[in-house]
């Protein structure tokens, strides 16, 4: 069975840092490649970063770029999003989802993890 | 970048009702893919659809896609009580991939 866990939300500060991680298991994570979403309270759902099964090719969406690193452990069957310089408009539920080969898109999604930032 | 319009914002319908979620995309484009979750609160998102018409594993016949160009829906055939949700359309295959902000079906 196909899981995805994902960890590391909380309460954060504007200009903050948390790490989200995502432990796979049911599935060779290594051969695929895995993607953030998120949702903002009472919005829809926003696609934020995604990376490959190496972790050599990572991507962004224009509203996180330069403040989220997207990172693997392919060792410990672990995603992670790094979160820099967070903004009040970053608060959302935060998604790790695995993408179906070779394109996409997202068939199993973790339960999320809840990310607020407020002084 | 495709941004993706979705409408209408909601649909109130009766179960065994048929409905039609449409999904707009900004322009046309020959690389990418439209797929379709649906996504109850506190659930994770569940893939309905993959490329524009192919159910996903496990989900029902009463679920179906269609479209091309700029113009693509997801229609809902005999509505069951558990398909009261939000349903998304997704663009993806290319960077960035993008959402759609939803519809919600729900209860008449």
């Known amino acids: 069975e196909v899981l995805l866990l994902e960890s590391g939300g909380g309460l954060v500060q504007p200009g903050g840092y948390l790490r989200l991680s995502c432990v796979a298991s049911g599935f060779n994570f290594r051969a695929y490649s895995m993607t953030w979403v998120r949702q903002a309270p009472g919005k829809g759902l926003e696609w934020v970063s995604a990376i490959n099964g190496d972790g050599g090719k990572t991507y962004y969406a224009d509203s996180v770029k330069g403040r989220f690193t997207i990172s693997r452990d392919n060792s410990k069957d672990t995603l992670y999003l790094h979160l820099n310089t967070l903004r009040t408009d970053d608060a959302a539920v935060y998604f790790c989802?695995?993408?179906?080969?070779?394109?996409?898109?997202?068939?199993?999604w973790g339960q999320g993890t809840l990310v607020a930032v407020s002084s | 970048e495709i941004v993706l319009t979705q409408s209408p914002d909601t649909l109130s319908v009766s179960p065994g009702e048929r409905v039609t979620l449409s999904c707009t995309a900004s322009h046309s484009f020959w690389r990418g893919y439209i797929a379709w979750y649906q996504h109850k609160a506190g659930q994770a998102p569940r893939l309905l659809i993959l490329?524009?018409?192919n159910r996903a594993a496990g989900i029902p016949d009463r679920f179906s896609g269609s479209g091309s160009g700029t113009d693509f829906t997801l229609t809902i055939d005999r509505l069951e009580p558990e398909d009261f949700a939000m349903y998304y359309c997704q663009f993806y295959g290319v960077s960035p991939w993008t959402f759609g902000q939803g519809t919600k079906v729900e209860i008449k």
């Open positions: 989802a695995r993408e179906q080969p070779p394109y996409g898109p997202n068939d199993y």
């Open positions: 490329r524009t018409s």
